[in-house]
């Protein structure tokens, strides 16, 4: 991670940014800006889909169905003021010889990141959270 870490406790998200050393709880993120990213090696993939709980879902197919479209491809949700921030997920599809890479920042600091043959998915929420930081 670069400038900030995420921690786990007591069931609560929170976002350490090292710079102030200020802690966020993931109540506490309303307006963060979380910035879904998806790459590939051949330049293109199938579909990609991301969500920010139930408030912020998104698709991305190719067109017409089915067709590829180009990578990179990134898109950034504003968390609303109502809503806490404490799963996010995005999974990219391409071709079976593909390989793809996804990535989750929040406030610019990158706090997921998978790469794998074919499909590759993101998540970012407690459980994911208690397993990297404990």
Same mark, same amino acid.
């Given at each position: 991670? *670069?400038?900030?870490? /995420? &921690?786990?406790?007591?069931? *609560?998200?929170? &976002? ?13 993120l309303?307006g ?13 993939? /199938?579909? #990609?889909?991301?969500? !920010?709980?139930?408030?912020? #879902? ?5 067109? +017409?169905?089915? =067709?590829?479209? +180009?990578? +990179?491809?990134? %898109? %950034?949700? *504003? $968390? ?5 921030? =404490?799963?996010?997920? #995005?999974?990219? !599809? ?5 390989? $793809?890479?996804?990535r989750i920042? @929040? =406030?610019?600091? &990158?706090?997921? =990141? ?6 590759? !998915?993101?998540?970012?929420? @407690?459980?994911? &959270?208690?397993? /990297?930081?404990?």
């Amino acid at each position: 991670m *670069t400038a900030a870490a /995420l &921690l786990a406790a007591g069931g *609560t998200a929170y &976002l350490v940014r090292s710079s102030g050393g200020s802690v966020y709880s993931a109540q506490q993120l309303p307006g963060a800006q979380v910035r879904f990213e998806v790459e590939t090696a051949s330049g293109s993939a /199938l579909q #990609i889909a991301w969500d !920010i709980g139930p408030a912020h #879902i998104g698709r991305k197919l190719g067109e +017409p169905k089915g =067709e590829p479209f +180009p990578t +990179p491809w990134s %898109t %950034t949700v *504003t $968390v609303d003021d109502d809503q806490f921030l =404490e799963l996010a997920h #995005i999974g990219a !599809i391409s071709s079976d010889t593909d390989k $793809v890479t996804c990535r989750i920042f @929040i =406030e610019g600091d &990158l706090v997921s =990141e998978d790469a794998a043959d074919r499909a590759a !998915i993101c998540n970012l929420g @407690i459980e994911k &959270l208690k397993e /990297l930081f404990g």
